[in-house]
């Protein structure tokens, strides 16, 4: 019985390492899903760990599939699990934007969500 607790236990704490090695999305600016009247100066990101410059991307797509980015994606200096990306001057619409970002420990996460330009 002892032993199986201590197998219990130790399969618990290696699911809780496993959880906390990816930097997933936590939070976006504009939200996701979110309805804004003006476009923003730029997209931010925030991870729930610190993220790789080198190997973290954005972009911002529109309904076409083209680019609206400026392609200068860049992981902020003061807060290293921030992403930001500055923004062309977009028309009303629905924007897509595709992240994928490798965390400090080397774990690569990505997804996508959409947000709306216009009333």
Known sequence: MILLRAIGAVLVAC?????HAHAFLDRAEPRVGATVRATPAELKLWFTQEIEPAFSTVKVLDAKGKRVDKADARVDLADRALLRVSLDALGPGVYTVVWRVVSVDTHVT???FSFHVGQ
């Open 15 to 19: 699911l809780v390492v496993q959880a």
């Open 110 to 112: 990505e997804g996508d």
